[in-house]
């Protein structure tokens, strides 16, 4: 037993502060604005960017460079921008108030901030004052702790002398003494407050997938850069054509790809946000698309926090609506309502009572009591009331009703104004009682929860309960939700399973009760080992560890500050519902930017074809940086509005292999295309021009007379018009393609659906239309045409480009439909 203490002096309290052992907040936890600054600065993205910049500023290109730098920078404070925003949040995170609290010092209680309690110190505790250290409740105390917010049991827990109190409970009733023993990071709330602060933030899968693909990407235009620039140095070529040809190559760097993503994830919060959702963490608009297994907190989550009456059942020669009336006057009369009050005051009413006396409820009596001129009436647990009972209750029905997951109450009665509810010294003392009738009270579930759990399996999405509440109790309100779970296993069955058993219980387990928040924390860790994307529900602080542990973190809007600071997700409106339709959006944006990709890759992967191939063949370069700029039309827009019209249906899990099913053989065919398209242009042009003897003039003359075009005498008239005019064919050709593409990739009918099934979208088309009316609208504008540097309507292009896109058309439906590429390397599609 702990005897009482005097507590330290002023002296003995600042020597301990001294030496560290004060209360101190926890501090830090996440990373440093440098280092957050110098990560997201120069990443390996943004280190290539800049090389190819300053590569570019040396070489005069001030405009290709800024573009280059400008992006990257632009990449680097979206991503800084929201590190910071989430580090500021978390470092404010504190689980304990800073409401002065009571110590002895020097023999007499005194006012102190919590900061300033040290170990060893004696703490006064009262009702309503949050417990701040950890420590055990010395001799002469005895009093009720709220641990609701630490391990989400509802009931207050008794605490005797001896008995650790907890930092961050609250005492509800009672008085006591407490010794300071662990203080700061030391105590429960320390390390529950530096746990929340770790920054756990996961890379999801579509971003893993893109950083791959990124680096790819810019490994192969490196190489290809170099390969081409030595055999540029070697053939002597211009200082101008290294530059342009550095320009063209730079443009196939993914400038623009994460800041597409940005945009989609930032629309995706929006869209979101109108269902109740609130995205704190951007890439939780992918995360929620991916999970497929929830874990809920019990309380707040699929209830509401209150009780329902689920049946009133009379004892004896009561009737019910005696009983009934009863219940209701006494709720009515109760001074300090708890749940149950509120439960029987909203469903029944109440006579007008004189009461002369009341026991209030508290988790120690299980009882509470009113005195009034009808006699002394009585509410609280049947095995409590039971030895004070002139006969016993019917067993049987408070078993089948407990087993149900119910809250049963007995009201019992004592007639007479000289009934007593205390013992002649005033101590709260039962008389003899008659049993009067049964009260069985559900937890109210919320109004969407059924339908969400019903509208989450069709989605092939399993959902599991993880509460701190009576493991029968628990069950039952997931059966009530829709979930199959007969029973419920206590979280204490988990403390001596390693991994591995760990692993086989949770798969086959719905629900678990009595879990501790270490209890949460693993059972989320172990459905991750088992290849799960996780999302976790809570309220309270004790769900912030398993909040942080799994991959989508979701906190209602009224639940703690801790729960909410730490989740990537919160639901505003408290709404369970919110979920699926968070989900659904996730998905249409996620799949919105995986077709985007496709077009990407495929227009990268054909130009990077197109330019080796007429490199190796000693052609002049195939593309001028102006043109470059024609990608706005082939990628840029054509991916922002896939992205948002794309299907909400569940994320490619081959994301990557069918990406490389798509990419290569679209590549090759449309580079094939390309390459022969230039080769014939160049090739007809240069031998038309400078076939037989004649004089600059006529040259000109056959060169307006075979184009169409009126072009001018430079130095190297003959090259220059072979290069413009051929480049003008490749280009008209790729963007032409490029649309193509995008009704293989979203075809409204099956004449284009060779690549996948139709979607039935008719927007996609009407896209398609749009941009081959702009880009005609290019190459029939002089300003347009010549900004890009190419020339206009032409017989040659259109002779030539025109059949060369149908012949394409034929050949890529034909690869795709007999999957001849699949067929080649032994692939099998993924199921």
Same mark, same amino acid.
């Given at each position: 037993?702990?005897?009482?203490?005097?507590?330290?002096?002023?002296?003995?309290?600042?020597?301990?502060?001294?030496?560290?052992?004060?209360?101190?907040?926890?501090?830090?936890?996440?990373?440093?604005?440098?280092?957050?600054?110098?990560?997201?600065?120069?990443?390996?993205?943004?280190?290539?960017?800049?090389?190819?910049?300053?590569?570019?500023?040396?070489?005069?290109?001030?405009?290709?460079?800024?573009?280059?730098?400008?992006?990257?920078?632009?990449?680097?404070?979206?991503?800084?921008?929201?590190?910071?925003?989430?580090?500021?949040?978390?470092?404010?995170?504190?689980?304990?108030?800073?409401?002065?609290?009571?110590?002895?010092?020097?023999?007499?209680?005194?006012?102190?901030?919590?900061?300033?309690?040290?170990?060893?110190?004696?703490?006064?505790?009262?009702?309503?004052?949050?417990?701040?250290?950890?420590?055990?409740?010395?001799?002469?105390?005895?009093?009720?702790?709220?641990?609701?917010?630490?391990?989400?049991?509802?009931?207050?827990?008794?605490?005797?002398?001896?008995?650790?109190?907890?930092?961050?409970?609250?005492?509800?009733?009672?008085?006591?003494?407490?010794?300071?023993?662990?203080?700061?990071?030391?105590?429960?709330?320390?390390?529950?407050?530096?746990?929340?602060?770790?920054?756990?933030?996961?890379?999801?899968?579509?971003?893993?997938?893109?950083?791959?693909?990124?680096?790819?990407?810019?490994?192969?235009?490196?190489?290809?850069?170099?390969?081409?620039?030595?055999?540029?140095?070697?053939?002597?070529?211009?200082?101008?054509?290294?530059?342009?040809?550095?320009?063209?190559?730079?443009?196939?760097?993914?400038?623009?790809?994460?800041?597409?993503?940005?945009?989609?994830?930032?629309?995706?919060?929006?869209?979101?946000?109108?269902?109740?959702?609130?995205?704190?963490?951007?890439?939780?608009?992918?995360?929620?698309?991916?999970?497929?297994?929830?874990?809920?907190?019990?309380?707040?989550?699929?209830?509401?926090?209150?009780?329902?009456?689920?049946?009133?059942?009379?004892?004896?020669?009561?009737?019910?609506?005696?009983?009934?009336?009863?219940?209701?006057?006494?709720?009515?009369?109760?001074?300090?309502?708890?749940?149950?009050?509120?439960?029987?005051?909203?469903?029944?009413?109440?006579?007008?009572?004189?009461?002369?006396?009341?026991?209030?409820?508290?988790?120690?009596?299980?009882?509470?009591?009113?005195?009034?001129?009808?006699?002394?009436?009585?509410?609280?647990?049947?095995?409590?009331?039971?030895?004070?009972?002139?006969?016993?209750?019917?067993?049987?029905?408070?078993?089948?009703?407990?087993?149900?997951?119910?809250?049963?109450?007995?009201?019992?009665?004592?007639?007479?104004?000289?009934?007593?509810?205390?013992?002649?010294?005033?101590?709260?003392?039962?008389?003899?009682?008659?049993?009067?009738?049964?009260?069985?009270?559900?937890?109210?579930?919320?109004?969407?929860?059924?339908?969400?759990?019903?509208?989450?399996?069709?989605?092939?999405?399993?959902?599991?309960?993880?509460?701190?509440?009576?493991?029968?109790?628990?069950?039952?309100?997931?059966?009530?939700?829709?979930?199959?779970?007969?029973?419920?296993?206590?979280?204490?069955?988990?403390?001596?399973?390693?991994?591995?058993?760990?692993?086989?219980?949770?798969?086959?387990?719905?629900?678990?009760?009595?879990?501790?928040?270490?209890?949460?924390?693993?059972?989320?860790?172990?459905?991750?080992?088992?290849?799960?994307?996780?999302?976790?529900?809570?309220?309270?602080?004790?769900?912030?560890?398993?909040?942080?542990?799994?991959?989508?973190?979701?906190?209602?809007?009224?639940?703690?500050?801790?729960?909410?600071?730490?989740?990537?997700?919160?639901?505003?409106?408290?709404?369970?519902?919110?979920?699926?339709?968070?989900?659904?959006?996730?998905?249409?944006?996620?799949?919105?930017?995986?077709?985007?990709?496709?077009?990407?890759?495929?227009?990268?992967?054909?130009?990077?074809?197109?330019?080796?191939?007429?490199?190796?063949?000693?052609?002049?370069?195939?593309?001028?940086?102006?043109?470059?700029?024609?990608?706005?039309?082939?990628?840029?827009?054509?991916?922002?509005?896939?992205?948002? +019209?794309?299907? #909400? !249906?569940?994320?490619?899990?081959?994301?990557?292999?069918? $990406?490389?099913?798509? @990419?290569?053989?679209? =590549? &090759?065919?449309?580079?094939?295309?390309?390459?022969?398209?230039?080769?014939?242009?160049?090739?007809?042009?240069?031998?038309?021009?400078?076939?037989?003897?004649?004089?600059?003039?006529?040259?000109?003359?056959?060169?307006?007379?075979?184009?169409?075009?009126?072009?001018?005498?430079?130095?190297?008239?003959?090259?220059?018009?072979?290069?413009?005019?051929?480049?003008?064919?490749?280009?008209?050709?790729?963007?032409?393609?490029?649309?193509?593409?995008?009704?293989?990739?979203?075809?409204?009918?099956?004449?284009?659906?060779? +690549?996948?099934? #139709? !979607?039935?979208?008719?927007?996609?088309?009407?896209?398609? $239309?749009?941009?081959? @009316?702009?880009?005609? =609208? &290019?190459?029939?504008?002089?300003?347009?045409?010549?900004?890009?540097?190419?020339?206009?309507?032409?017989?040659?292009?259109?002779?030539?480009?025109?059949?060369?896109?149908?012949?394409?058309?034929?050949?890529?439906?034909?690869?795709?439909?007999?999957?001849?590429?699949?067929?080649?390397?032994?692939?099998?599609?993924?199921?």
């Amino acid at each position: 037993m702990l005897a009482p203490a005097d507590g330290l002096t002023g002296a003995e309290a600042d020597a301990r502060r001294r030496r560290g052992e004060a209360n101190t907040a926890v501090q830090g936890g996440s990373r440093s604005y440098a280092e957050i600054l110098r990560t997201n600065v120069f990443s390996f993205f943004n280190l290539i960017l800049f090389a190819i910049g300053a590569a570019l500023l040396i070489l005069g290109r001030y405009s290709d460079a800024l573009i280059s730098v400008g992006l990257g920078l632009i990449n680097a404070v979206i991503s800084a921008a929201q590190e910071i925003r989430a580090k500021r949040k978390l470092d404010r995170l504190q689980l304990l108030e800073k409401t002065n609290v009571l110590v002895v010092r020097d023999g007499r209680e005194a006012e102190v901030a919590p900061a300033l309690v040290v170990r060893g110190d004696v703490l006064r505790v009262r009702p309503g004052d949050q417990i701040v250290v950890d420590g055990p409740l010395l001799d002469g105390g005895r009093l009720e702790a709220d641990e609701s917010l630490l391990t989400g049991e509802s009931d207050p827990v008794v605490k005797h002398p001896g008995d650790d109190l907890r930092s961050g409970s609250v005492c509800v009733a009672g008085d006591g003494h407490q010794l300071a023993r662990d203080v700061g990071a030391r105590s429960y709330a320390g390390r529950l407050t530096a746990e929340a602060r770790r920054d756990s933030t996961d890379r999801t899968p579509l971003q893993r997938s893109i950083d791959f693909i990124v680096r790819l990407v810019m490994a192969l235009t490196v190489l290809m850069s170099s390969a081409i620039l030595g055999q540029a140095f070697l053939e002597g070529f211009t200082l101008l054509r290294v530059v342009q040809i550095t320009a063209v190559l730079s443009g196939l760097v993914p400038y623009g790809l994460f800041f597409l993503i940005a945009l989609a994830y930032t629309a995706g919060a929006v869209r979101i946000a109108r269902h109740g959702a609130l995205v704190q963490q951007v890439n939780a608009v992918e995360s929620v698309s991916n999970v497929d297994v929830v874990c809920t907190d019990k309380t707040g989550t699929l209830t509401t926090g209150r009780l329902t009456v689920d049946a009133i059942v009379p004892l004896g020669a009561y009737e019910y609506a005696e009983v009934a009336a009863a219940l209701g006057s006494v709720a009515h009369h109760v001074s300090t309502p708890n749940l149950t009050a509120l439960a029987l005051a909203a469903a029944l009413p109440g006579e007008p009572w004189e009461v002369h006396d009341e026991v209030p409820f508290s988790s120690s009596l299980r009882w509470s009591g009113l005195a009034t001129e009808q006699g002394v009436w009585v509410l609280g647990a049947p095995d409590v009331l039971g030895p004070r009972l002139l006969r016993d209750p019917p067993a049987a029905e408070i078993s089948e009703r407990t087993g149900q997951g119910l809250r049963v109450l007995l009201l019992a009665h004592t007639p007479g104004r000289d009934a007593r509810l205390r013992d002649p010294s005033g101590r709260p003392d039962l008389p003899m009682l008659e049993p009067v009738g049964l009260v069985a009270l559900a937890d109210e579930l919320r109004d969407e929860v059924v339908r969400t759990v019903v509208r989450l399996r069709d989605e092939g999405v399993r959902v599991k309960v993880l509460s701190g509440d009576d493991p029968r109790t628990v069950a039952a309100i997931a059966v009530r939700a829709g979930l199959d779970a007969a029973t419920a296993v206590p979280g204490a069955d988990l403390d001596d399973l390693d991994d591995p058993a760990l692993d086989r219980l949770v798969a086959r387990t719905a629900v678990f009760g009595r879990v501790a928040p270490e209890h949460k924390e693993r059972i989320v860790a172990s459905l991750r080992r088992q290849g799960h994307y996780v999302a976790m529900i809570g309220d309270g602080v004790n769900d912030a560890r398993a909040l942080k542990q799994a991959q989508v973190g979701v906190a209602m809007r009224s639940g703690s500050a801790v729960t909410r600071d730490v989740a990537d997700i919160v639901l505003v409106d408290d709404s369970f519902a919110a979920l699926p339709p968070a989900q659904h959006e996730g998905r249409r944006i996620i799949n919105g930017i995986a077709i985007s990709l496709y077009v990407f890759l495929a227009r990268v992967a054909s130009q990077g074809l197109v330019i080796l191939a007429v490199t190796m063949l000693g052609l002049n370069f195939p593309y001028s940086p102006t043109q470059v700029g024609l990608t706005m039309f082939t990628v840029g827009l054509p991916t922002v509005f896939l992205t948002f +019209w794309a299907q #909400p !249906t569940r994320p490619d899990p081959h994301l990557l292999r069918n $990406l490389v099913r798509f @990419v290569v053989p679209a =590549a &090759v065919v449309t580079a094939t295309f390309g390459t022969a398209i230039y080769t014939a242009l160049y090739e007809m042009l240069v031998r038309g021009l400078t076939s037989g003897r004649r004089t600059p003039a006529e040259v000109i003359d056959d060169f307006e007379r075979y184009t169409g075009l009126q072009y001018g005498v430079d130095a190297d008239f003959t090259t220059a018009s072979a290069t413009i005019l051929a480049q003008t064919g490749l280009s008209t050709f790729f963007c032409f393609a490029s649309f193509m593409l995008i009704l293989f990739l979203a075809p409204r009918s099956r004449f284009f659906a060779a +690549w996948t099934k #139709p !979607t039935g979208d008719r927007r996609p088309s009407i896209l398609v $239309l749009a941009l081959t @009316v702009t880009f005609c =609208a &290019v190459v029939c504008v002089p300003a347009l045409w010549d900004y890009f540097g190419l020339v206009g309507p032409s017989r040659p292009v259109f002779t030539i480009v025109l059949p060369a896109l149908v012949l394409w058309y034929a050949t890529l439906t034909v690869v795709f439909r007999l999957r001849l590429f699949d067929r080649l390397l032994g692939l099998r599609p993924p199921r």
